[in-house]
């Protein structure tokens, strides 16, 4: 069995860069491990969720979003 590179996994699964699948799979990945490192940022502030939305001023918004 050969071992796939990164960029064969992609393509495959996604497409290539540019195609409507790619884009929206980049996108995704991009914000995941944006929302990873504030969620860092976060605990190493020793901040709760609300607490981070109330410095942001997203008080409202997350309070929304937890009730869902």
Avoid at 18 to 32: I, L, V, W
């Amino acid at each position: 069995m050969k071992l796939k590179t990164l960029k064969e996994h992609l393509e495959k699964e996604y497409g290539k860069v540019g195609t409507p699948k790619r884009e929206e799979f980049e996108k995704n990945s991009k914000a995941f491990a944006i929302g990873e490192l504030i969620k860092e940022a976060r605990k190493e502030a020793q901040l709760t969720q609300t607490q981070l939305a109330e410095k942001a001023g997203m008080e409202n918004h997350i309070t929304r979003q937890n009730r869902r």
